[in-house]
């Protein structure tokens, strides 16, 4: 057994949905500082460009935008990428959108919104980048898709974005879902739920709300990026071979110790 390498991840290829900023954002640049070949999607071709110019000093990191709200979107994202790679150890999907209104106002638009882009979306691209997935992987060294769940999915929010909380609890079943269909293909599905991390989605609990939110927090903390890279350094590594179907929360305690 060499230790020394089980959480190596470098000369892998990666790619992550919502890469421009928030959650996303902290897993391109973890990835990348890891010599991960990585690959980052989101809608703002401005954004996504900006931030792998940057990270292209470091390592080797590729644009590619593009809006997985609709099918057709998410069929250009799996064809852009094949025009660079023709293996896909790692698929993060990361991207995802929020509603927030009170029960009896919440706009049908709203709610479609946010089931597009948080469950539709994952699973089409994961559909379409499979045949990439699997041909990156052996029996040892599976290819690794990884679900962006949320804490939400897990307990009820305090706040009234229902088609959030549901597409969350949506994303983590469809992570074992899947993950049972392709497990003896030598592919692992895995789903992280994040608690409270800095992101343009939580900013408003960080204004208005911080010290509420954080005194419910068992750890006493928000999120850092330290805490998601490395639950995805492990999941992508040789250590996260044998895991799958599972949903890690990523915390503080805040779903499982109240």
């Known amino acids: 057994m060499d230790v020394s390498r089980l959480f190596a991840v470098d000369g892998k290829v990666a790619l992550v949905t919502g890469g ?5 954002e902290m897993l391109v640049r973890g990835l990348v500082a890891s ?17 792998a110019e940057e990270l292209s000093a470091a390592g080797h990191c590729v ?36 509603w927030g209104a009170p029960l009896g106002e919440y706009p049908a638009e709203g709610f479609d919104k946010v089931m597009d882009t948080n469950v539709r979306a994952p699973f089409l691209l994961t559909q379409a980048l499979l045949p990439s997935l699997e041909a990156a992987a052996t029996s040892e060294d599976p290819g690794r898709v990884i679900m962006i769940g949320s804490i ?4 009820v929010p305090s706040f009234e974005s229902y088609a959030y909380s549901a597409s969350k609890a949506a994303i983590h079943m ?14 692992t599905v895995n789903a992280i739920a994040p608690g409270l ?32 890279v490395g639950t995805v350094i492990y999941l992508a590594s040789r250590a996260g071979a044998y895991t799958t179907g599972a949903v890690l929360p990523v915390d503080g305690g805040y779903a499982t110790l109240r």
């Open 174 to 187: 469809l992570t074992r879902h899947v993950g049972k269909a392709v497990a003896s293909r030598n592919v």
């Open 152 to 155: 939400d999915g897990l307990v």
């Open 35 to 51: 010599g991960v070949r990585t690959y980052l999607s989101s809608r703002s071709v401005e954004a996504c460009e900006e931030l």
């Open 63 to 98: 644009a590619l935008p593009a809006d997985l709200s609709t099918p057709e979107g998410c069929e250009a994202l799996a064809a852009a990428f094949g025009e660079h790679e023709d293996r896909l150890h790692v698929l993060v999907n990361n991207a995802g959108a929020t």
């Open 197 to 228: 991390f800095p992101s343009k989605m939580t900013a408003f609990l960080f204004d208005e709300h911080e010290a509420e939110v954080v005194a419910a927090i068992p750890r006493g903390r928000a999120g850092t990026p330290e805490d998601l």
């Open 20 to 24: 421009s900023r928030g959650i996303g």
